[in-house]
């Protein structure tokens, strides 16, 4: 019994060290595994200025975030949106935002910022400056007419988001299907295509109710939550969503009140209607109402005022049959603004009403003639 356990213990004391050898040699090939090994790659930063407040702004961030998934199909892409906005002071986007692997201007002014990757817009007033166009148009010809152009502005076009559309299908191969109706949404608002004034101004249908939303609501947290449900559903199905319509509600209360102060303010002479609400605190004013209430008129001046701005909102009514013989962007611009030559709007400082009223006094004299 003794020899029995004496061998036995001869046994596993020289086995011992050879197991122990044999770990040690797995431990040492481990890593060898390890490069077998896929991590998932680090997600592309894609920031995306566009237009606040705005229901082009808001799907032409729609069009793009789609258009780059289709332009990347492998790419892990995180996407942050930031609503840019005109007032005093303000002459694009701040160049510190675009901080991202990828970064997109839509639907407003160009920036020279060298961090600038893509940029989409139809204001005829988007570059600030000669030099700006020049930058661009650089870049354009650097580019050439291939696939690797990422910059296209015409102030041709209707809207941003048509412009990125077509752009999208014509040199990227972009189905257009799924965003179809989004896009003639779109189109039809941004350029007052409506059928009717009345339409306009009455918004029974439910896109031009979340048309509302985004004029009032449309920051960067609304982008962030709004983009991914257009692009996964219809925009019609968008628009009649509990929660949209929870955020329509109050605000169809305050439209009315607009339209039945604008009745009582507004005033026609030469064809051109003018509105001073300065003496209110407004925050997002209506489209249209003036040219439902004077279907004759050629333009409107409208004057509000905002706790953080004085807005003098300039249009042409496309429905009055009347010849249209002012570029009102370039007539925005002379101010600060900028525009269409159909719409446009200048910006001064809240506290500066009476510069804001003899603005709002001098365009009106100016499209009488």
């Given at each position: 019994?003794?020899?029995?356990?004496?061998?036995?213990?001869?046994?596993?004391?020289?086995?011992?060290?050879?197991?122990?050898?044999?770990?040690?040699?797995?431990?040492?090939?481990?890593?060898?595994?390890?490069?077998?090994?896929?991590?998932?790659?680090?997600?592309?930063n894609?920031?995306?200025?566009?237009?606040?407040?705005?229901?082009?702004?808001?799907?032409?961030?729609?069009?793009?975030?789609?258009?780059?998934?289709?332009?990347?199909?492998?790419?892990?892409?995180?996407?942050?949106?930031?609503?840019?906005?005109?007032?005093?002071?303000?002459?694009?986007?701040?160049?510190?935002?675009?901080?991202?692997?990828?970064n997109?201007?839509?639907?407003?002014r160009?920036?020279?910022?060298?961090?600038?990757?893509?940029?989409?817009?139809?204001?005829?007033?988007?570059?600030?400056?000669?030099?700006?166009?020049?930058?661009?148009?650089?870049?354009?010809?650097?580019?050439?007419?291939?696939?690797?152009?990422?910059?296209f502005?015409?102030?041709a076009?209707?809207?941003?988001?048509?412009?990125?559309?077509?752009?999208?299908?014509?040199?990227?191969?972009?189905?257009?299907?799924?965003?179809?109706?989004?896009?003639?949404?779109?189109?039809?608002?941004?350029?007052?295509?409506?059928?009717?004034?009345?339409?306009?101004?009455?918004?029974?249908?439910?896109?031009?109710?979340?048309?509302?939303v985004?004029?009032?609501?449309?920051?960067d947290?609304?982008?962030?939550?709004?983009?991914?449900?257009l692009?996964?559903?219809?925009?019609?199905?968008?628009?009649?969503?509990?929660?949209?319509?929870?955020?329509?509600?109050?605000?169809?209360?305050?439209?009315?009140?607009?339209?039945?102060?604008?009745?009582?303010?507004?005033?026609?002479?030469?064809?051109?209607?003018?509105?001073?609400?300065s003496?209110?605190?407004?925050?997002?004013?209506?489209k249209?109402?003036?040219?439902?209430?004077?279907?004759?008129?050629?333009?409107?001046?409208?004057?509000?005022?905002s706790?953080?701005?004085?807005?003098?909102?300039?249009?042409?009514?496309?429905?009055?049959?009347?010849?249209?013989?002012?570029?009102?962007a370039?007539?925005?611009e002379r101010?600060?603004?900028?525009?269409?030559?159909?719409?446009?709007?200048i910006?001064?400082?809240?506290?500066?009403?009476?510069?804001?009223?003899?603005?709002?006094?001098?365009?009106?004299?100016?499209?009488?003639?």
């Open positions: 019994m003794r020899i029995a356990i004496e061998r036995s213990a001869s046994f596993i004391g020289r086995s011992l060290p050879l197991l122990f050898r044999r770990h040690r040699r797995d431990t040492r090939a481990a890593p060898c595994y390890a490069r077998h090994v896929t991590l998932d790659p680090k997600p592309r894609i920031v995306v200025a566009t237009h606040g407040h705005c229901f082009d702004g808001l799907s032409s961030a729609v069009l793009f975030t789609r258009l780059l998934q289709h332009v990347e199909p492998g790419s892990k892409l995180s996407f942050r949106y930031h609503a840019s906005g005109y007032g005093p002071g303000q002459n694009g986007v701040d160049p510190k935002l675009l901080n991202g692997d990828e997109a201007i839509l639907d407003f160009f920036s020279p910022a060298e961090s600038l990757t893509w940029y989409f817009d139809h204001h005829v007033s988007a570059f600030p400056g000669d030099a700006d166009r020049r930058i661009y148009e650089a870049r354009v010809a650097a580019a050439g007419g291939s696939a690797a152009r990422r910059m502005h015409d102030g076009y209707s809207s941003c988001t048509k412009l990125i559309a077509d752009v999208g299908r014509d040199l990227f191969g972009l189905d257009p299907a799924p965003t179809a109706e989004l896009v003639r949404w779109a189109d039809m608002i941004d350029s007052a295509s409506f059928p009717t004034a009345e339409m306009a101004v009455l918004r029974k249908e439910p896109v031009l109710q979340l048309m509302t985004v004029e009032h609501k449309g920051g947290a609304f982008l962030e939550a709004m983009v991914p449900r692009l996964a559903e219809p925009v019609e199905e968008v628009a009649r969503a509990a929660d949209v319509q929870a955020a329509y509600a109050p605000l169809r209360t305050s439209h009315e009140a607009f339209v039945r102060l604008v009745e009582t303010r507004a005033r026609e002479a030469g064809g051109v209607v003018t509105v001073d609400l003496d209110e605190l407004i925050d997002v004013a209506g249209f109402v003036t040219y439902a209430l004077y279907p004759t008129s050629a333009y409107s001046v409208l004057l509000t005022r706790k953080t701005k004085c807005k003098i909102s300039i249009g042409y009514n496309p429905w009055s049959n009347r010849e249209r013989r002012h570029n009102i370039a007539i925005c101010y600060g603004g900028g525009g269409h030559p159909v719409v446009g709007a910006s001064i400082a809240a506290d500066d009403v009476a510069r804001a009223r003899q603005i709002m006094n001098d365009v009106a004299t100016e499209l009488a003639t």
